[in-house]
């Protein structure tokens, strides 16, 4: 792209007018105009702001302008505009600018994890982790796209050559949430890119900071004027959600948040018949069977239950643990949990930051209180933590019979711990929930290890770790948990779509 200093001094201006609330060795990723709509910062036509408050001391940290449903119909049209010589470039083109995104959001990353840090709240540590597997969609995709070969088939008629074309699909609109402000955009992003699409998104308005310092990153790498774009909204968010779902010009919505909107947005989509790619919900089993090696059973729970104070679609909600190992399990969880430290993610040690507002406090505390009125024991935790920002003590129930967690992701730090005796019995119970994206098992049995990966219906399982997603491999889900991949081989063909072409005469 072409350099727009006086736009870059403008923007400078203001961040400085405003104040960015962090410290950042490149302020310039610190955006508060407004939304990305064809290589500009904007405010739209909107009028008014949003708040976006820091969780970890529930203070504002800034506000952006509420965009509308015209701004998010110019962002659709100037996309349109650019896929015309986007949908050209060569797939080397793309890698390259690709390898660039990755290149720059690897040399900010300590900002991008500031960001992450003051929006979400999540520890820095996780921030910076987040920014490395975010990069890591797109030097991935650089490298894939190039090999992304189509197919000469063999023809049943004489004289006609078949062969395949994968052409990007269009314009197409992504909707992410708030966990992993950056990651969640970059593993569809880089995809949508890759396969030679245009973009428009639009950002969570809990943490739109990181969506913004993504499209300045974008630009800096230069990706073409409409190639990506962003809206802001919070009050707004239904009727932009809507205009995306039923605007004909969008053929694919990719959105990753929960089932329920995931329903909503599908319901406003068949109107177009969009393609869909849905990362929706999880209420992930994780069983420890009595012949797992305890201390890797621990921490895997520890990271898969506990990393984001909870708030993971992947993380382990319901924890089964066999009879015969139960009590050292949960004695070694307990005293592994009462080690953490909780606090606000910016600051040094800290392994556990808040939650992301005050509803999803209560909605811990309901879980709790929930299951201890069915008889189950609080080991450690079961209280919000009284400070300023939305704290939740890091919590592990033991003796969960029944109760509202089977059907419902807490979304918190709160460990239940369910007794059961047999391999079927935990299958059952694992398998008894209208959505499947992870799975986790601890055993030493290899044997086990087959029967219970393909008797598991989601689309990921964990064996023998807590941590299951890279750029290289199929992450979705199953059933509830919506269809689709990101990552991976997979994930790229659901950016594409397949044109076959029959050459006859020959
Ligand atoms: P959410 O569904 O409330 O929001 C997700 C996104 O959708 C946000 O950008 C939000 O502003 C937007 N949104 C909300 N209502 C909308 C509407 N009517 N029209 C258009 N957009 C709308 O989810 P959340 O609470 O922010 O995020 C947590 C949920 O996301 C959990 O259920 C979690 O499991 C899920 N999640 C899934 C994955 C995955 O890969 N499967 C990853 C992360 C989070």
Redesign the pocket.
Same mark, same amino acid.
């Given at each position: 792209t072409t350099p727009r200093p006086a736009l870059l001094a403008s923007r400078m201006a203001s961040t400085q007018a405003s104040g960015a609330p962090i410290k950042l060795n490149n302020p310039s990723l610190w955006i508060t105009e407004g939304g990305f709509i064809n290589g500009k910062f904007t405010k739209g036509t909107g009028n008014g702001t949003f708040d976006v408050i820091n969780p970890g001391n529930g203070q504002v940290l800034g506000s952006l302008p509420e965009m509308t449903v015209d701004d998010t119909r110019q962002a659709i049209q100037h996309a349109k505009e650019a896929l015309k010589s986007w949908r050209k470039t060569t797939e080397y083109e793309r890698a390259a600018i690709l390898q660039k995104i990755f290149q720059l959001q690897m040399d900010n990353a300590e900002d991008l994890a500031q960001i992450i840090t003051a929006e979400n709240g999540k520890p820095l540590a996780d921030a910076r982790g987040e920014i490395s597997y975010g990069g890591s969609y797109f030097s991935w995709y650089a490298g894939e796209v190039v090999r992304n070969y189509g197919d000469v088939i063999p023809s049943l008629v004489k004289g006609v050559q078949n062969t395949t074309l994968k052409q990007p699909i269009g314009v197409c609109a992504i =909707?992410?949430?708030?966990?992993?402000p950056n990651a969640?955009v970059t593993r569809k992003l880089a995809a949508a890119l890759a396969a030679g699409n245009t973009v428009v998104l639009?950002a969570?308005?809990e943490t739109p900071f990181s969506a913004l310092a993504m499209a300045e990153i974008l630009r800096q790498a230069g990706v073409p004027d409409g190639v990506f774009n962003v809206v802001l909204t919070e009050k707004n968010?239904?009727a932009i %959600?809507?205009e995306l779902c039923e605007n004909p010009t969008v053929h694919k919505l990719s959105?990753?948040? /929960?089932?329920?909107?995931g329903k =909503?947005?599908m319901q406003q989509a068949s109107g177009t018949l969009k393609k869909l790619s849905f990362? *929706? %919900? #999880?209420n992930a089993p994780f069983i420890v069977f009595d012949d797992a090696d305890l201390d890797k059973a621990v921490a895997g729970a520890v990271a898969c239950k506990f990393r984001s104070s909870g708030q993971?679609?992947v993380c382990g909600n319901r924890l089964l643990v066999q009879d015969g190992i139960y009590d050292k399990f949960a004695a070694k969880l307990v005293e592994a949990v009462k080690n953490f430290k909780v606090g606000q993610g910016a600051e040094d040690g800290i392994t556990h930051g808040p939650l992301i507002h005050t509803a999803a406090v209560k909605k811990v505390q309901e879980h709790v209180d929930d299951a201890v009125s069915r008889g189950a024991k609080v080991l450690v935790g079961g209280k919000k933590i009284d400070v300023p920002g939305y704290f939740y003590e890091p919590t592990v129930l033991g003796d969960v019979t029944e109760c509202a967690i089977d059907n419902e992701?807490t @979304?918190g730090p709160l460990a239940p711990l369910y007794r059961f005796k047999t391999e079927e019995e935990a299958i059952e119970r694992a398998n008894d929930t209208e959505v499947g *994206?992870a799975g986790y098992f601890f055993t030493e049995n290899i044997a086990r290890v087959h029967r219970v990966s393909a008797a598991l219906e989601v689309g990921m399982v964990g064996v023998n770790t807590g941590l299951i997603s890279q750029a290289g491999v199929p @992450?979705g %889900?199953v059933k509830e /948990? #919506?269809f689709g991949r990101e990552g991976s081989k997979y994930g790229l063909q659901d950016w594409q779509q397949i044109k076959l072409v029959a050459l006859g005469g020959l």
């Amino acid at each position: 792209t072409t350099p727009r200093p006086a736009l870059l001094a403008s923007r400078m201006a203001s961040t400085q007018a405003s104040g960015a609330p962090i410290k950042l060795n490149n302020p310039s990723l610190w955006i508060t105009e407004g939304g990305f709509i064809n290589g500009k910062f904007t405010k739209g036509t909107g009028n008014g702001t949003f708040d976006v408050i820091n969780p970890g001391n529930g203070q504002v940290l800034g506000s952006l302008p509420e965009m509308t449903v015209d701004d998010t119909r110019q962002a659709i049209q100037h996309a349109k505009e650019a896929l015309k010589s986007w949908r050209k470039t060569t797939e080397y083109e793309r890698a390259a600018i690709l390898q660039k995104i990755f290149q720059l959001q690897m040399d900010n990353a300590e900002d991008l994890a500031q960001i992450i840090t003051a929006e979400n709240g999540k520890p820095l540590a996780d921030a910076r982790g987040e920014i490395s597997y975010g990069g890591s969609y797109f030097s991935w995709y650089a490298g894939e796209v190039v090999r992304n070969y189509g197919d000469v088939i063999p023809s049943l008629v004489k004289g006609v050559q078949n062969t395949t074309l994968k052409q990007p699909i269009g314009v197409c609109a992504i =909707i992410t949430p708030w966990n992993f402000p950056n990651a969640m955009v970059t593993r569809k992003l880089a995809a949508a890119l890759a396969a030679g699409n245009t973009v428009v998104l639009k950002a969570p308005s809990e943490t739109p900071f990181s969506a913004l310092a993504m499209a300045e990153i974008l630009r800096q790498a230069g990706v073409p004027d409409g190639v990506f774009n962003v809206v802001l909204t919070e009050k707004n968010t239904p009727a932009i %959600g809507k205009e995306l779902c039923e605007n004909p010009t969008v053929h694919k919505l990719s959105f990753t948040g /929960s089932t329920r909107v995931g329903k =909503i947005l599908m319901q406003q989509a068949s109107g177009t018949l969009k393609k869909l790619s849905f990362e *929706l %919900g #999880g209420n992930a089993p994780f069983i420890v069977f009595d012949d797992a090696d305890l201390d890797k059973a621990v921490a895997g729970a520890v990271a898969c239950k506990f990393r984001s104070s909870g708030q993971t679609c992947v993380c382990g909600n319901r924890l089964l643990v066999q009879d015969g190992i139960y009590d050292k399990f949960a004695a070694k969880l307990v005293e592994a949990v009462k080690n953490f430290k909780v606090g606000q993610g910016a600051e040094d040690g800290i392994t556990h930051g808040p939650l992301i507002h005050t509803a999803a406090v209560k909605k811990v505390q309901e879980h709790v209180d929930d299951a201890v009125s069915r008889g189950a024991k609080v080991l450690v935790g079961g209280k919000k933590i009284d400070v300023p920002g939305y704290f939740y003590e890091p919590t592990v129930l033991g003796d969960v019979t029944e109760c509202a967690i089977d059907n419902e992701e807490t @979304f918190g730090p709160l460990a239940p711990l369910y007794r059961f005796k047999t391999e079927e019995e935990a299958i059952e119970r694992a398998n008894d929930t209208e959505v499947g *994206l992870a799975g986790y098992f601890f055993t030493e049995n290899i044997a086990r290890v087959h029967r219970v990966s393909a008797a598991l219906e989601v689309g990921m399982v964990g064996v023998n770790t807590g941590l299951i997603s890279q750029a290289g491999v199929p @992450f979705g %889900g199953v059933k509830e /948990s #919506g269809f689709g991949r990101e990552g991976s081989k997979y994930g790229l063909q659901d950016w594409q779509q397949i044109k076959l072409v029959a050459l006859g005469g020959l």
